[in-house]
Every structure is written in structure tokens, then in C-alpha cells.
């Protein structure tokens, strides 16, 4: 929330905005704006007054500004959505989703199964503009949560990707990154299990400490499975949840066209 002494100054960049669109704004006009609009962060409201005096070709409304604020919340595009949905189908990729685009791509994902890909698209655009209009109207913010495939190499791509685009936490990144090499180094054959377990006879010094080093990273990435693990449960119950109000709200609306 604003100060007021923050009110006060953005109610004055709603009246200074305004006069730049050759409009009039009373002060207590301005200040009911501001007050609606006291929930956002600073920057964002800035910027978005900075977009209505760009792009604005009639009246300042308050509708407007949110718009705008709406608009910059990180939330992709329909069309955007509907290709990441589409790359969430293959199920050996890893796909970086916010929870609009898993719900609205689980009521897709049986009419896309059954190649009904514009009837497909269709039901996910619409599901997806309907959820994010309720989330922004409650007030929710953008998330991001990675949907993992069964291609590693794709993985660790996705994971990086998400983490320099800064829609993945960093701890969280290196959860993922740390669960992927464990993978890889556990696919490595007997060799490395035989010199880890003690059965591959005597060893150096120099393959002693080579061992040591392998056996904490080991350990590390034992930890690190066992936090995504947690992280992964957490969000299959979530993702379930979601996924069964999604098919609930689908056969309450087929059943409403077909009584209505």
C-alpha cells in the first residue's frame, strides 16, 4: 500500500497525465483513482501512466490505467500461452507453465488428443482469458512452475532458460539442475558403483579423493532430490486439484448451454 504522502503524488501524476490527453481531472477525482490504485507497486503504476500517455488517444479512465498495469504482470499472451501449451502435449519436453496456462491446457488436452486442434485451441483460449481475468481481478501474481519431461537433455535446457528469463527461482533452478546431473551421474554403469561400493579392488590415493569428492556431491544431490521430490508431490496435488475444478467447471458449463 501507498503512503500518503505517495497518494498524494500519484494523484497529481493522474492529473498531470490527464492534461497531457487534454483532459480535466477534478482533485477528487484523482484521488479516488489513486486510492483504487494504491494496491499496485510504484513502478508499475508509473508505467503504466507513462503507457496511457502514449498510447491513449482519448479520455484518461481509470480502466485504462489498469489495463496497463494487467497487461505488464508477466502473464503471456493467449497466442503465447496456446504455444506453450502446445509444447506441454510432448511429453518428453519440459515446458515452463504459469497455472492459467496448466488449466486451461488440461481442458484442451483431450478435443487436442483427439485432433480437433482449432476446437482445441478454441476451449484453451477461452479458459485461459476467463482464468486470467479472475486472477488479476483477485489480485494474484504471475507464478511459473516447470512441467518436466522425460527428454533430460531438454530439461536442463528448460530449467537454464527459466532461470535466466528470471521466471524460476534460483534455488529452485539449481534443485532441478542438481536432480538432472543426478540422473546422469546414476546412468553411468558399474564402473562408478563398483569403485563407490569398494569392489573394484585397491585404489590410489589420487582415485581415493577423486571418490571422496564424488561421494559429497553426491550426498548434496541427495538432499537436493529429496527437496524437489517434496516440491514435486506439493505440486501434482496442486496441479490435480486444478485439474479436477477445471473438468468440474467444463461439465457445469456443457450442462447450463444444454438445459439453457
Given amino acids: 500500500m501507498l503512503s500518503s504522502d505517495e497518494l498524494a503524488e500519484l494523484a497529481a501524476a493522474i492529473v498531470a497525465t490527464a492534461e497531457t ?15 483504487d490504485l494504491a494496491e499496485f507497486p510504484q513502478p508499475v503504476i508509473a508505467g503504466a501512466l507513462r503507457a496511457c500517455r502514449r498510447e491513449l488517444t482519448g479520455k484518461l479512465t481509470l480502466a485504462a490505467i489498469l489495463q496497463r498495469i494487467q497487461g505488464a504482470d508477466g502473464r503471456p499472451e493467449p497466442n503465447e500461452a496456446w504455444a506453450i501449451a502446445v509444447d506441454s502435449f510432448d511429453q518428453a519436453a519440459t515446458v515452463l507453465m504459469t497455472p492459467e496456462i496448466q488449466q486451461a491446457a488440461s481442458v484442451a488436452t483431450p478435443i487436442y ?6 476446437g482445441a485451441r478454441m476451449a484453451f483460449l477461452a479458459t485461459y482469458e476467463r482464468l486470467v481475468v479472475d486472477a488479476r481481478q483477485q489480485g494474484v501474481a ?21 532461470q535466466r528469463l528470471g521466471r524460476l ?17 546414476a546412468n553411468d554403469g558399474s564402473a562408478i558403483a563398483g569403485l563407490l ?26 538432499k537436493a532430490k529429496l527437496r524437489l521430490r517434496d516440491r514435486h508431490l506439493r505440486h501434482e496435488r496442486e496441479d490435480m486439484a486444478r485439474r ?16 439453457g
Avoid: F
Wanted: charged share 30%; glycine share 6%; aromatic share 2%.
Fill in 113 to 118: 488428443q483427439g485432433r480437433d486442434k482449432v
Fill in 197 to 222: 561400493t569398494g569392489e573394484a579392488g585397491e585404489a590410489t590415493p589420487e582415485v581415493n579423493s577423486h571418490l571422496d569428492k564424488i561421494r559429497k556431491r553426491l550426498a548434496r544431490r541427495q
Fill in 21 to 35: 490527453l487534454g483532459q480535466t481531472i477534478s482533485a477528487s477525482a484523482s484521488e479516488m483513482m489513486a486510492d
Fill in 169 to 185: 527461482p534460483a534455488p529452485v533452478a539449481q534443485d532441478l539442475l542438481e536432480y538432472h546431473h543426478l540422473e546422469s551421474i
Fill in 142 to 162: 504471475v507464478s511459473w512452475v516447470l512441467s518436466l519431461g522425460h527428454s533430460q537433455e531438454g530439461r536442463s535446457l528448460a530449467i537454464e532458460t527459466a
Fill in 244 to 259: 479436477r475444478a477445471a473438468v468440474e467447471e467444463t461439465i457445469k458449463n456443457l450442462e447450463e448451454a444444454r438445459h
